[in-house]
């Protein structure tokens, strides 16, 4: 017994210096002014016009981003769950693979993909086609998210549809089931959770991500995640900068228990 406590005192020592310390700076700045005094100033910072401004085109453009991914993905998905298991397994595997490669590396690649002299607009030129001006705006930023953040609602729908009884869709089949009223009445609710978990997934790391704004948005467009990251970078204002950094904290305990709800079994988790 004692040298299981022993095993996990690298984790505690991990967690305490790497999610509680810094969690609690957040809440400290966050509460207090520059002063060190109490204030709720820094948390109301969301309602001021630039601030708020920023939250609701986050918002916009994480649900646009979530439901392309949803849609992209629940197809996909059951494709996946209907093939055969080594051809699937290697597909999966095709999928996490970019997520191997850096985050901003990805980033990058779709920025030199979508600039005005880049690949595809060469491509485009090269068989007399317009060009396509969609570097630096909202349009750009969607494609980013999506095609970051596809794989995070491909597995949790996959890891569901695979777990479906085949014997009840075909015993519906057998009673004269169409294959839209299985789908609408069988396979949708019983993979709910997996839609719950990957919209999650999709929506929390959307919203807050301020990267794929900074090069895909070429710094014009400006999301909560954006205002966050200048707050501590260029302004030094790390109490502003907590503050709004709870109010997005909020969110995502909203999300996850949204998630908690409807996910009690932990089905919707990544394989």
Same mark, same amino acid.
């Given at each position: +017994?004692?040298?299981?406590?022993? #095993?996990? &005192? %690298?984790?505690?020592?991990?967690?305490? &210096?790497?999610?509680?310390? %810094?969690?609690?700076?957040?809440?400290?700045?966050? !509460?207090?002014? *520059?002063? &060190?005094?109490?204030?709720?100033?820094?948390?109301?910072?969301?309602?001021?016009? *630039?601030?708020?401004?920023? @939250?609701? #085109?986050? @918002? #916009?453009? $994480?649900?646009?981003? =979530?439901?392309?991914? @949803?849609?992209?993905?629940?197809?996909?998905? +059951?494709?996946?769950?209907?093939m055969k298991v080594k051809r699937t397994n290697f597909i999966v595997f095709l999928f996490i693979l970019p997520m191997w490669m850096n985050f901003l590396l990805r980033t990058m690649a779709w920025q030199t993909l979508l600039e005005k002299n880049g690949v595809i607009n060469q491509v485009l030129n090269f068989l007399h086609l317009p060009a396509l001006q969609i570097i630096n705006t909202p349009y750009a930023i969607v494609l980013g998210m999506v095609y970051n953040f596809l794989p995070f609602m491909i597995l949790p729908l996959y890891n569901v549809l695979i777990k479906i009884d085949k014997d009840t869709i075909n015993a519906a089949k057998d009673l004269g089931a169409t294959g839209i009223y299985t789908f609408r009445k069988i396979?949708?609710? #019983?993979?709910?959770? &997996?839609?719950?978990?990957?919209?999650?997934?999709? !929506? /929390? %790391?959307?919203?807050? =991500? !301020?990267?794929?704004?900074?090069?895909?948005?070429? $710094?014009?467009?400006?999301?909560?995640?954006? /205002?966050? *990251?200048?707050?501590?970078k260029q302004s030094s204002n790390w109490n502003a900068g907590s503050g709004l950094s709870l109010v997005m904290m909020i969110f995502i305990l909203l999300s996850m228990a949204i998630m908690t709800k409807y996910d009690k079994d932990g089905e919707g988790g990544v394989l």
């Open positions: +017994m004692n040298s299981k406590k022993l #095993l996990t &005192g %690298p984790y505690l020592l991990w967690a305490i &210096g790497f999610i509680l310390i %810094p969690l609690a700076m957040i809440f400290y700045y966050g !509460f207090t002014n *520059e002063s &060190g005094g109490f204030t709720f100033e820094n948390l109301l910072a969301i309602g001021t016009k *630039e601030n708020f401004k920023a @939250l609701g #085109l986050a @918002l #916009l453009l $994480s649900v646009i981003s =979530t439901g392309i991914c @949803l849609i992209l993905a629940y197809p996909l998905a +059951m494709i996946l769950a209907n396979i949708l609710p #019983l993979s709910m959770p &997996g839609v719950i978990s990957g919209i999650i997934m999709v !929506f /929390v %790391p959307a919203l807050t =991500t !301020f990267v794929i704004s900074d090069l895909l948005g070429g $710094s014009k467009i400006l999301l909560i995640g954006n /205002v966050i *990251e200048q707050k501590f």
